[in-house]
């Protein structure tokens, strides 16, 4: 389906209403939509998927994933979570994962970023650079 310049303005409008101390509110986006749909206003489809990816987009941005090859101590998981917080900011949901195949080292995606410290990596750009 496309999207309209106009139905692309309002759902970030739409978005926008949604955030509060720059996190979305859940509650108000349900409301959001709930009164979307009961207005149905021109071009409501496009409204909402637009809204639909602009709340994806976010939560992805909002969720961290942090892997190494063994268990974190607690002590380095909350050095983890206070350096992601102080570089993204509050609200950032962090999950910890292990992967042996990274052999040592980190592997943290936040959103599209991926910061990979992991000797796997490594590796991979020394046979590469070969």
């Given at each position: 389906m496309k999207i309209?310049?106009?139905?692309?303005r309002d759902a970030k409008q739409l978005f926008k209403?949604?955030?509060?101390?720059?996190?979305?509110?859940?509650?108000?986006?349900?409301?959001a939509v709930d009164e979307l749909l009961a207005l149905k206003p021109r071009g409501y489809l496009a409204i909402?998927?637009?809204?639909?990816?602009?709340?994806?987009?976010?939560?992805?941005?909002?969720?961290a994933r942090v892997e190494s090859a063994v268990p974190l101590p607690s002590d380095l998981q909350?050095?983890?979570q206070t350096g992601l917080a102080r570089h993204y900011g509050q609200g950032l949901s962090i999950s910890f994962g292990q992967n042996p195949a990274l052999i040592g080292?980190?592997?943290?995606?936040?959103?599209?970023?991926v910061y990979d410290?992991?000797?796997?990596?490594?590796?991979?750009?020394?046979q590469e650079s070969f």
């Open positions: 309209t310049k106009q139905a692309r209403s949604c955030v509060v101390n720059g996190l979305l509110d859940e509650k108000r986006a349900g409301q909402l998927s637009h809204f639909g990816r602009l709340v994806k987009l976010d939560v992805e941005r909002r969720t909350s050095r983890v080292g980190l592997r943290i995606k936040v959103g599209s970023d410290g992991s000797v796997q990596a490594r590796l991979n750009a020394l």
